[in-house]
């Protein structure tokens, strides 16, 4: 006989806590009678419970970003810090959360622990939010009796790597933005200015030049098979992104393009070292052995060269081999990052060193994007320059031309 697993929804309640005092809330549960059992675990006689309605268009609140789960986490080991209870902690954090859609989570995750489950167990409820590393530190922290140092080490590692993916969003977001707006600024003079001059230019009963010749081919070409062209590009990016993600051999080929390209791959490279040591430096500190944490850091890679290379590096490990030796066996990193990690293992400080080496390489990081940004302004305005100036010269040539006749 089948089962069917009951939804968990959103609640709303009204009560009379243990003071007497009127209070309310939201929870999540599967049932009004499992809402009711639940407030009574916590003292409060439940007068009304009800299903939170659903928004007539959409959700309500804004989607929940890595960002988000990066601030919640720094708040709340904030608060342990000081010497609020786990739970009071929760309630502190969700009143000062901006995003409603973030607040709902935590006070799931706040019902949850009241309600007698361990932090650990709350959260891996949300894989979406809280990956296997994630929960894996929580739960390290919780049986070693150590979740204060554990959440603000947790914090400290979202904070690190979110600050780094944002320097590699810098680096890419502000090319890709121009080339965009050039694209589109070609496709209006194309498809509106060009075909004015056209008009003109069938006027003059002379040979046009082949430059502005060509230009107009074009401008035919785009009027007539403009969204055609649109969707078509529009199909290559997702082609090629299910591609990559479906693929291995693709995925492999792509990632071993983006790291031999000229500075966006040195930054990719860098951005690779720094998570690499900042994951391994994290989960050896909270006590994860070292095969367990090498898993998790190739979890983080984020790309298919390195993944592979970690595994490498974990299969090697589990057979005996030192950490050092399994690195260097994979010929992928650099011998500044060898040394540092011997000299960690021989100290019995790899944490230490490989926090160092983390620290070095989001500088590095941010100073290969800071020197991108400054080459790329003026090489993206000189593109921007030939687009609609040789657009404007073709225009203009025939006219040139016909005022020397004359």
Request: net charge neutral; aromatic share 8%.
């Amino acid at each position: 006989m089948a089962t069917t697993t009951a939804k968990t929804a959103i609640y709303t309640w009204k009560g009379i806590d243990k003071q007497g005092r009127t209070t309310s809330g939201e929870i999540a549960g599967t049932s009004q009678m499992m809402i009711k059992a639940q407030l009574r675990k916590q003292g409060i006689t439940a007068k009304t419970v009800r299903k939170k309605p659903k928004p007539l268009f959409g959700s309500s609140g804004k989607k929940i970003t890595p960002a988000d789960v990066a601030i919640f986490t720094r708040q709340l080991a904030t608060m342990m810090k000081a010497g609020v209870p786990l739970v009071q902690g929760f309630d502190i954090v969700a009143e000062g959360l901006e995003n409603p859609s973030m607040r709902d989570l935590v006070m799931q995750i706040k019902n949850d622990v009241a309600s007698g489950s361990g932090f650990a167990a709350a959260i891996s409820k949300h894989p979406k939010y809280f990956d296997d590393l994630f929960c894996s530190l929580i739960n390290s922290g919780e049986q070693s009796g150590t979740l204060e140092t554990m959440l603000d080490r947790v914090a400290t590692y979202k904070e690190k790597t979110e600050a780094l993916k944002a320097k590699i969003k810098k680096a890419l977001t502000y090319p890709i933005a121009v080339v965009v707006v050039a694209v589109i600024v070609t496709g209006i003079l194309l498809v509106k200015v060009v075909p004015q001059f056209a008009e003109t230019f069938s006027s003059f009963g002379a040979d046009l030049p082949a430059f502005t010749l060509l230009v107009l081919h074009i401008s035919e070409i785009v009027q007539e098979w403009w969204l055609i062209i649109l969707i078509g590009m529009i199909a290559i990016v997702f082609v090629m992104k299910e591609a990559k993600q479906r693929s291995p051999k693709i995925s492999y080929a792509f990632d071993q393009f983006i790291l031999r390209a000229p500075v966006v791959g040195e930054i990719v490279y860098h951005s690779i070292m720094a998570r690499f040591a900042r994951t391994l430096s994290t989960t050896f500190a909270a006590g994860v052995p070292l095969v367990d944490a090498l898993e998790a850091v190739a979890g983080t890679a984020g790309n298919q060269i390195y993944i592979d290379g970690i595994n490498r590096i974990r299969d090697d490990v589990v057979s005996g081999t030192q950490l050092t030796s399994a690195i260097r066996a994979t010929n992928l990193f650099p011998t500044m990052l060898l040394q540092m990690v011997s000299i960690g293992e021989e100290s019995g400080a790899l944490d230490d060193m490989l926090e160092k080496v983390a620290t070095h390489y989001e500088d590095l990081v941010d100073n290969l994007v800071d020197s991108l940004t400054a080459l790329l302004e003026p090489m993206i305005m000189s593109v921007l320059g030939v687009l609609v100036g040789g657009l404007m010269i073709a225009m203009y040539l025939p006219i040139f031309m016909l005022g020397s006749v004359v």
